[in-house]
């Protein structure tokens, strides 16, 4: 003869059947919940569960999981903490129902007697087993010389500095992922993450560099020297040409360098001890955007530099040019004549 606990617990594995499930395990909560919960709020409970199982029952996933989670504000059952994760898995918050999942599991613990709640904790343990494999990562990666003070946000949430180096668990869809300096420079980039994926987030800071170039003269009229003949306006085009140019080489540099280090990321996962023959591609990849990469920074460096002589020379009068190398790549402003 089969027990009412053993017939609660086979109701509570057939996952179609929320209903059943919920108004047998409502009627084990009373003996098992602790004494500060009132009869009243058991009761409470017990309704609103049996309305977001028929909810359930009907795909009104959204009206079901008001309706659960507003029972477990009352009572802290593993049974209802198994049908919270079931309605997150159908809405698609597969991180959300993750953690429920666990939460059903370390409810049980508090009453280990209770058959119901031993039930739920069992099929939360499985249906988290396979719901794992479908849970989306997500990793931020700081790299450059202000990193170091840097806030990230997701999805407006601050993240702890010592969590950024490790794959945090996300719902599929959508996310922004912003980063701030502490010199004040943001950014921010949207990224959409599918069921099962691994994605990686680079930001590459470095600090705003200015370097003051000539500053116009006055008119005669104004008050000023006479205007420079129509030669001296050669070197200072010639100027702006060679620093745009090499502020380009330099930005060309610093993609290539994230580039390389995304690769050389994986290839260090890969090649413990040795790379897999299979990996050689990847391996010449990264070489070439690793040296590519020091090449556009040495060119961009010659090019800032002999741009910036030029322009100096043409006027070396005062400062109307900068340099901008930040978070948001390179910039040169300044007033052509």
């Known amino acids: 003869m089969i027990s009412a606990s053993e017939l609660g617990g086979a109701g509570c594995r057939r996952a179609g059947r929320a209903f059943v499930c919920l108004l047998f395990a409502a009627a084990l909560w009373a003996p098992a919940v602790g004494a500060e919960e009132s009869d009243e709020a058991r009761a409470t409970a017990r309704r609103l569960a049996a309305e977001g199982s028929e909810a359930f029952e009907r795909r009104d996933f959204e009206r079901a999981l008001t309706l659960f989670d507003e ?13 919270q994760a079931r309605t997150l898995a159908e809405l698609g918050r597969l991180a959300s129902a993750a953690e429920r999942y666990s939460a059903a599991q370390q409810t049980a613990a508090a ?18 087993s396979a719901l794992k494999p479908r849970i989306p990562t997500l990793r931020v990666k700081l790299v450059g010389s202000e990193s170091r003070g840097a806030q ?5 949430q601050a993240v702890p500095p010592e969590t950024l180096s490790i794959d945090r668990w996300v719902d599929p869809g959508p996310h922004e992922v912003a980063v701030r300096t502490a010199a004040g420079a943001s950014s921010a980039r949207t990224i959409t993450v599918a069921e099962g994926s691994r994605e990686e987030v680079v930001f ?22 006479p205007a420079h003949p129509p030669e001296s306006t050669r070197p200072r085009t010639l100027g702006w040409l060679t620093l745009g140019t090499g502020a380009a080489l ?26 897999p023959p299979d990996y050689e591609d ?16 040495a060119l961009g460096a010659a090019g800032l530099g002999a741009g910036t002589y030029l322009l100096l020379r043409s006027d070396p009068s005062g400062a109307g040019a900068a340099v901008g190398l930040s978070v948001g790549g390179v910039s040169v402003s300044g007033r052509f004549q």
């Open 204 to 225: 590459s800071l470095e600090p705003v560099v200015r370097v003051p170039v000539a500053a116009p003269r006055r008119s005669p009229a104004e008050g000023g020297s």
């Open 282 to 297: 990847d391996i010449d990849s990264y070489r070439l955007e690793r040296n590519l990469s020091y090449v556009g920074f």
């Open 71 to 83: 029972a477990g504000s009352l009572v802290q059952a593993p049974t209802i903490a198994l049908m």
């Open 152 to 156: 990230v946000t997701i999805d407006g």
């Open 250 to 275: 330099t930005g060309a540099g610093a993609v290539l360098g994230v580039l390389a280090l995304g690769h050389k990321s994986d290839l260090d996962a890969a090649c413990k001890p040795g790379c």
């Open 111 to 128: 009453d280990a007697s209770n058959p119901a709640f031993q039930s739920a904790a069992e099929d939360a343990a499985r249906e988290l």
